[in-house]
């Protein structure tokens, strides 16, 4: 699948689309705006994904459980092939943060989460973090294991746990305007805190619609007072 990749230098931080678009929808919001002049000054190098999303659990016309094949199959190539990528094209030992909004933020903290080893640190906007939200009834071991909301709660691998405490990048936003929905935020911070997980949930105003005008104020404040 094609993939962007803006900047020349700083850690990686991989972008995962809201729904069913594509690995230049960050662009075309003018989300790369924003955040431009910290890729200019070596600050962060960007790589955008494709979504599988329309492959997947948006796609009305498969069979569920071949939606949960797919979703499965988007872990894989993430991990076995994008990853590979940023570490052969930004170095080794360069801290890789994954973030989406929307959708995007659920599949960013699943990422995260699954494989803290390849991945240091996440920042979610906007997400529901219970995939069944989008699997329309169904449920199986697969949405189970990729519903953050169901699987930390009984997390109990002690190696993967402290790689995910080591973590100081996770970061859980939420706006309270138009169609967002901060109690899931503070649902899943909730879980994070019982199993002893270090992030930070931050809930902005009624203001603050799950919308672009939204992500693009967050993305780059996070940028330039988190990192």
Not at 28 to 34: E, P, S
Not at 105 to 122: C, E, Q, T, W, Y
Not at 127 to 151: A, I, M, R, W
């Amino acid at each position: 699948m094609p993939l962007a990749m803006y900047g020349w230098h700083g850690f990686a931080l991989l972008l995962v689309p809201t729904a069913a678009a594509d690995y230049l929808e960050y662009e075309r919001f003018q989300l790369m705006d924003v955040i431009q002049p910290f890729v200019d000054a070596g600050k962060v190098k960007v790589y955008s994904i494709n979504s599988i999303n329309n492959e997947s659990w948006l796609n009305n016309e498969m069979d569920p459980r071949h939606k949960a094949i797919r979703h499965q199959q988007f872990n894989s190539y993430v991990y076995e092939e994008v990853i590979p990528f940023l570490k052969m094209t930004s170095g080794q030992d360069t801290p890789i943060i994954i973030s989406g909004a929307s959708f995007g933020a659920l599949h960013s903290m699943n990422l995260f989460l699954k494989r803290p080893d390849l991945i240091n640190g996440v920042i979610a906007m906007s997400g529901v973090y219970d995939l069944s939200e989008y699997t329309k009834g169904y449920f199986d071991d697969d949405v189970y294991f990729n519903s953050p909301q169901h699987y930390i709660a009984n997390l109990n691998d002690h190696d993967v746990l402290e790689q995910i405490r080591r973590s100081d990048h996770i970061h859980i936003f939420s706006g309270s305007g138009d169609y967002e929905d901060p109690d899931a935020s503070r649902s899943f911070a909730s879980i994070l805190y019982g199993k002893g997980i270090n992030y930070e949930l931050d809930i902005w105003g009624g203001e603050w619609p799950h919308d672009w005008n939204t992500w693009r104020k967050v993305l780059p404040h996070y940028l330039e007072t988190r990192f």
